[in-house]
């Protein structure tokens, strides 16, 4: 299957800080990203859509100046988490979508960036 | 609009017992469905999908799903369980041209 990267795995922060995750499609180009986050024993919540060359879409309640996306080129997204708080905390998890609107567009997930803001 | 609903929020099955994880759908149209695995402190792999056709859908690991138009479902089933099958589970569907909706997820957990 196709393969997605994110860089960092892991990242712990202070209070205050910016963190950039990135999110690659190594074998495919993806006009969509997708970028969620997780709590504990929770489903996906969906934060926002990433098409390249456009701003990105965001859920209702997502803060789009907290949670900046950017779509620079059809294989890497990046989220910054400006002025990271603790309750930032979480696991974010990108995804690329294959085979845009067709009858196998499918979406393949990255391995996830926990973060933590002490 | 549409929906996803997965009852469980825990499966628990002895090893080389079959295994069954539901998984039910609400949609305009023809759906396109999909089951993803997640291990601890992992993002989702894929595992299947169903997009027309036959409704035994077979997927990575020894998993299947099975297609169900009346029922609307698409259950997620493994004839004999392993240990190593214990993880969270999420089913997921799309109507034509939508971006997918995933379920609460389901642990499974499989006893040696």
């Known amino acids: 299957g196709a393969v997605v990267s994110q860089h960092p795995s892991r990242v712990i922060c202070k209070s205050g800080t910016s963190v950039k995750i990135e999110c690659r499609s190594l074998d495919f180009q993806a006009t969509t990203m997708f970028w969620y986050r997780q709590f504990p024993k929770q489903s996906l919540m969906l934060m926002a859509t990433?098409?390249?060359?456009?701003?990105?879409t965001y859920e209702q309640g997502v803060e789009k100046d907290k949670f900046l996306i950017n779509h620079a080129s059809l294989t890497l997204s990046t989220l910054t988490v400006t002025s990271a708080h603790p309750e930032d905390s979480s696991f974010y998890i990108c995804s690329a979508r294959w085979g845009q609107g067709g009858r196998f567009d499918t979406q393949y997930f990255g391995p996830g960036t926990r973060l933590t803001v002490l | 609009a549409q929906s996803v609903a997965q009852p469980e929020d825990q499966v628990n099955v002895a090893e080389g017992n079959p295994l069954t994880v539901k998984c039910t759908y609400s949609?305009?149209?023809?759906?396109?469905l999909f089951w993803y695995v997640q291990y601890p402190n992992r993002g989702l792999q894929f595992l299947l999908k169903y997009i027309t056709g036959d409704n035994l859908v077979k997927g990575s690991y020894g998993f299947e799903a099975e297609f169900n138009k009346s029922q609307t479902s698409f259950h997620l089933k493994k004839p004999s369980a392993l240990v190593s099958d214990s993880a969270l589970y999420f089913c997921?569907?799309?109507?034509?041209?939508?971006?997918?909706?995933f379920g609460r997820g389901t642990s499974l957990i499989v006893h040696p």
């Open positions: 990433s098409n390249e060359g456009s701003k990105a």
């Open positions: 997921a569907v799309r109507g034509h041209g939508h971006i997918p909706t």
């Open positions: 949609v305009s149209g023809n759906p396109y």
